[in-house]
């Protein structure tokens, strides 16, 4: 199979797959950690109102995060797969190459610069089938429920 990615060096390849490995690691362990102190925050006695509202205040925000690091990390699984694959660093909607600096500020980068730019584009400017940038669903603008 030709290397499809012949733009970066190994080093440069190499050095994209420490990172993203690193970052998945990194998400791994705090998924443990987050694991633990629910399981040692749900031990805990009672609580008043207050605190159990607080809990909760706590406990959503900490979700919101832990999803955001969730949908990171199937992308950091998907951009190691194209490593492996050979098909990392290769614009998904034109094929083209994606440039090193750009993967080394954003390792699961899956457009080139200029695709990235419009598609944003055309996403600002398509008010009516706007999606959720992170579920791929489509976002309701209109006044009633639908």
Aim: charged share 35%.
């Amino acid at each position: 199979m030709a290397r499809l990615n012949k733009h970066l060096s190994k080093t440069q390849l190499n050095a994209l797959k420490e990172k993203l490995q690193s970052d998945a690691e990194r998400i791994r362990i705090n998924f443990m950690v987050k694991k633990a102190e629910y399981e040692t925050n749900s031990i805990t006695g009672a609580k008043d109102e207050v605190d159990t509202a607080n809990d909760s205040i706590l406990l959503a925000a900490d979700m919101r995060f832990s999803n955001r690091e969730a949908l990171y990390y199937k992308k950091v699984l998907k951009s190691l797969a194209k490593v492996d694959s050979e098909q990392y660093g290769m614009c998904d909607d034109c094929g083209g190459e994606i440039s090193f600096s750009r993967l080394l500020a954003r390792p699961t980068s899956e457009m080139c610069i200029i695709c990235k730019e419009e598609s944003e584009k055309e996403e600002s400017q398509n008010f009516f089938d706007r999606r959720s940038k992170s579920l791929g669903r489509e976002m309701s603008v209109s006044a009633t429920p639908g």
